[in-house]
């Protein structure tokens, strides 16, 4: 009696056993054959649905039917593409997707990636999306990026004086909130074609990827002429490590961008370098070192303090190695206590940062050139500034060495420095950004040469200012 009682003891378990795999398993199958809410149908079971339908090869006005949370979904017109943020910590979908028109119907197409985001995430994958009416059907892509995606849409076309327009921030890290955060806003856009940046101004302050409250931001192109991707990004950081404490720290932030429904690449985003971004009065201002006219230019360098202009110089000749650097910067013109002026530098685009010079110089280290083209072994002479300033190299050498044997020994160590590069590459791997903005997969072989690179530049900088304690190896 009591083998019989265990025997019955051991089948009841056994069957809620069963019970409960089985319950996973149909909830499992329930969450699959769902794709942020669209269905996922074989290619065999579309072709099926749509036999007798005309296929629509070039769709106009697609990205009309679907939204994420109430806003079109970024949407390329030229390769009939969506891109949707999505976290790299998210294997499966994390967001819901939403069909506008009654009418039609989405379908994503099953295939090897289904259930598998983060895989085709990085593999830069890209889903069949198909889009069924009553009579016609077209197919467009999908494609699942770790980046924040920025669409910018403006009234008219886009040109070097602001239109009226709009902007969409998808941002797939936000803390806040569970999934993709949204945020937009009207705006007033411009583009500058010769120095690849754009220039919007909301019509109210946003805090956007967690730099904070601004209502004027710039966005830096990156893909086109940096096949690294992080020359830019690294040496915002570095400027921001030199500057930390102060007024000057101005992040910068990775963003895949979209105009007018047409994919432009990735950029950065950064808050413009404005009055209100830095609390100004009405009689202080910022002033970009364009908008100077020679004479000015050398009456505004004569105000900027021994502090500034050294700080200023050590990053110049850490992240530029290269003379036109010091034509990229902004003027902070402040009032002190006594009504005098203080004058502070800040660089702005970053656009020749670590060696890339496009097309009127090579890549980096000339990929093996010889050591007379190296980059990395060259300084920058500062004619204009010193000038200006009335004063030799050797002031601006003798405090810059201070800061950055400092530095070198607290939040620019080679640990540190080997820390970041790799965080950057792990990023780019991860989102996606790797096999989609380098081409012919050659991201591997030039992030290694922008290692290589740094790497050089940080030991040069340690004979250049004295030995710090060992180069980066």
């Given amino acids: 009696m009591r083998r019989l009682k265990a025997y019955r003891k051991?089948?009841?378990?056994?069957?809620?056993?069963?019970?409960?795999?089985?319950?996973?398993?149909?909830?499992?199958?329930?969450?699959?054959?769902?794709?942020?809410?669209?269905?996922?149908?074989?290619?065999?079971?579309?072709?099926?649905?749509t036999e007798?339908?005309?296929?629509?090869?070039?769709?106009?006005?697609?990205e009309r039917f679907?939204?994420?949370?109430?806003?079109?979904?970024?949407?390329?017109?030229?390769?009939?593409?969506f891109y949707v943020s999505q976290s790299v910590y998210e294997d499966e979908v994390a967001l819901l997707f939403e069909v506008p028109v009654s009418t039609i119907r989405l379908c994503v197409e099953k295939d090897a990636y289904v259930g598998d985001v983060e895989g085709a995430m990085q593999a830069g994958h890209r889903f069949q999306i198909w889009m069924i009416g009553e009579h016609e059907y077209t197919i467009c892509g999908m494609i699942f990026t770790g980046a924040p995606v920025l669409s910018v849409n403006s009234d008219d076309v886009l040109r070097s004086d602001y239109q009226k327009g709009g902007v969409v921030l998808f941002d797939p890290d936000d803390e806040e909130v569970n999934g993709v955060s949204i945020r937009s806003s009207r705006a007033y856009v411009k583009y500058n074609a010769n120095a690849g940046t754009y220039s919007v101004k909301l019509t109210k302050k946003l805090s956007l990827l967690g730099i904070g409250k601004n209502k004027t931001w710039k966005l830096y192109e990156v893909s086109k002429s940096d096949r690294s991707l992080a020359r830019a990004k690294l040496a915002a950081d570095l400027w921001n490590v030199m500057n930390a404490g102060t007024t000057l720290v101005r992040r910068y932030e990775f963003v895949e961008v979209i105009e007018n429904n047409v994919y432009k690449g990735l950029y950065l985003l950064a808050p413009k370098w404005s009055s209100s971004m830095l609390s100004l009065s009405d009689k202080e201002r910022v002033v970009s070192r364009e908008a100077l006219a020679s004479e000015e230019t050398q009456a505004v360098l004569s105000l900027v303090s021994d502090r500034s202009l050294s700080r200023y110089y050590l990053f110049l000749q850490v992240a530029y190695a290269y003379k036109n650097g010091t034509e990229d910067y902004v003027v902070i013109e402040k009032m002190l206590d006594n009504g005098a002026k203080d004058c502070l530098l800040a660089p702005d685009k970053l656009r020749h940062a670590f060696g890339g010079f496009e097309k009127r110089l090579h890549y980096l280290t000339w990929e093996g050139g010889g050591s007379g083209n190296n980059t990395s072994h060259m300084l920058l002479s500062l004619e204009e500034i010193e000038a200006a300033k009335g004063r030799e190299e050797a002031v601006l050498w003798r405090l810059s060495s201070i800061d950055w044997q400092r530095l070198r020994t607290t939040a620019l160590g080679d640990e540190s420095i080997r820390r970041q590069l790799a965080l950057y590459k792990r990023y780019f791997i991860q989102s996606g950004l790797a096999v989609r903005c380098v081409e012919d997969d050659a991201f591997g072989h030039y992030y290694g040469l922008f290692e290589?690179?740094?790497?050089?530049?940080?030991?040069?900088?340690?004979?250049?200012?004295?030995?710090?304690?060992g180069a980066v190896s």
């Fill in 52 to 62: 007798g339908m005309r296929f629509i090869e070039e769709p106009e006005h697609a």
């Fill in 10 to 49: 051991q089948l009841c378990l056994c069957v809620l056993l069963l019970l409960s795999g089985m319950i996973y398993l149909l909830c499992r199958v329930g969450e699959i054959s769902k794709f942020g809410g669209l269905d996922i149908i074989s290619a065999e079971s579309l072709e099926a649905m």
């Fill in 66 to 81: 679907l939204t994420l949370q109430g806003q079109k979904a970024a949407y390329d017109k030229r390769s009939h593409t």
């Fill in 452 to 469: 290589v690179y740094v790497t050089e530049r940080m030991a040069y900088m340690d004979e250049f200012f004295g030995d710090s304690g």
